[in-house]
């Protein structure tokens, strides 16, 4: 076994490494860009070597400076992680050329499932089932419209160097094809350095099933189950689970030959995942094979028993599988929800700033939290707006649905916009715990899942009103502080032989709101008296530190409240709202609003201008592409009119709120 290791990544996955290889007795080394100098993973190795500017082609791309920092420091090997350099056979190859192990397959079947189409001929050769499509080398524009022809609508664009749903469109007609085209284009050949396309007949109720393979150099293979991935947005993975719900034991069997035979055709070693498309009539289809660690292997940890990156180290290390096949057993079921700092309500926008507040459910057997951030530290541009994963285990796939629905409602993020309350939507939806889902399930239920916050009940206005008011008297300043007695240290609104009237106007989930509350009682015994709408609640409560201990019309109950600059947010189980004191209006909320028409909604890169300087335009045209944490977004007209001027050209990076164009409307 290796003495040292160097992990040639970043954020959650490098914390996850460096947790197996602590637990065997084997040292780390992290590599850190200038942005995550102070990140946790830099925190948890035994050493650490900067690599590096903030951008990945200049730290984390950099295959030359990553060998580097392990001879320097003594790393027997490397393990990749996933993303990044992990899926590079010339990465594969500095190291062995170096002296150095790479903790992944050889270099030659890392390339040979690098290309999507050469990857499906050999998958054809291996009776591996494939998807009608074009895989061919041919890439002339009117080539692929005529495939795609052929093929029959719809259809998807891939990228055939990448996956992770960058350079996949979906297009529904022929007319879109070209537009289609240009844009998968060039998002491949920003992600990959690689334009080349193929075309696929696209299945319209799929789900994402795919099996998790391990080989090691003595000849043994196996595969540890399946796992469905079918809960997507942007083609992108965000609940995952093990086993796939209604997987028969004969299907079970195919998929895990199948995976097998696709790993055995190009001489596979180490930890690897076949994907395939499942049809609605149990027919599965080869996808691609990943050769690497998977984002979501923790849930097949969960439901095995075993740790995927000890089997990684110790297979690299020359050693046979820790298992045989007939020695692993599916026990219970897991469900991995992946917690991102985006906005689901416009179009998954990433999101960035800094992680105010940061409260995780506690871990146990049955509940794990991989992550790579804690409070404070700040979700920036270059990177994956991934906060954590949290992982369940329960008996039962309905019990570890009730699980995971549970722990989202205990999960608290303040100071960023996130996908929990889409999460517990989706974990909670009736038609997602039956089992009746495909990979449209969130675009098909888009109108539920993704519906505004309902109008704040008067249980949350009762709890936003006790707070500000308890807040007001802990943070007032206390004028007579040498006399404990003097009416002048109360901020709670005393008068003389008078009771005391609080008038609120305040802002609960942009919703303005006027209240009087009363005072009533003294001492221990004070309480409140919310008068709102005719209707009256007794208030009584205690702030301690984050935590309202409120008690409403004699209901008990606990609330987490997080104060932020702009307002409060108020965590109360899965329901979240925010609220605040209603400033004067001056008329600066819509002057901001008319500015913010055509700003930047984040820090990023102008990839490219869809109209011309002076070109007339309707109602959402796209006028140009913004990318930033790996992700395109398209700023759209919000009215006819006409495109004056932009202010950056395509590559010019562009700060959150940068006036993008200047606009003239019809």
Known sequence: MFNKILIANRGEIACRVIRSARRLGIGTVAVYSDADRDALHVTLADEAVRIGAAAPRDSYLRADRIVQAALATGAAAIHPGYGFLAENADFARLCAGSGVVFIGPPPEAIAAMGCKSAAKRLMEQASVPLVPGYHGEAQDDELLAAEAARIGFPVLLKAAAGGGGKGMRRVDRAEEFAAALAAARREADKAFGDARMLVEKCLLHPRHVEVQVFCDTHGNAVHLFERDCSLQRRHQKVIEEAPAPGITPALREALGHAALRAAAAIGYVGAGTVEFLLDADGEFYFMEMNTRLQVEHPVTEMITGEDLVEWQLRVAAGEPLPRRQDELAIRGHAVEARVY?????HDFLPVSGTLAFLQAPLEGPQLRIDTGVVQGDAIGIHYDPLIAKLIVRDQTRERALARLAAALGDYRVGGLVTNLTLLHRLATHPAFVRGEFDTGFIATHAPGLLAPRPVA??????????????ARERDAPHPAAGDPHSPWRLANGWRSA???????ELRLDAEARRVVVEEVGNGSARRFRLHSEGHAMLLAG?????????????????????AGTHGCTLFDGPRICEFALQRPDTGE???????????????????????EP???????????????MKMEHVVRAPLAGRVTAFRYRPGELVDGGAELLGFEPA
């Open 341 to 345: 700092a985006e906005d689901p309500h």
């Open 457 to 470: 009940a008067a249980r949350e206005l009762a709890l936003a009103v006790l707070y500000l008011l308890l």
């Open 498 to 504: 008078e009771a005391a009237v609080h008038r609120l």
């Open 542 to 562: 205690r702030l301690a530190g984050n935590r309202l201990e409120a008690v409403i019309d004699g209901h008990r109950s606990s609330v987490t409240v997080f």
């Open 589 to 611: 909320d819509a002057d901001a609003a008319a500015a913010d028409a055509f700003a930047a909604p984040m820090n990023g890169a102008v990839v490219a201008w869809l109209v």
């Open 614 to 628: 002076g070109q007339a335009v309707e109602r959402g045209d796209g006028l140009l592409v913004i990318e930033a």
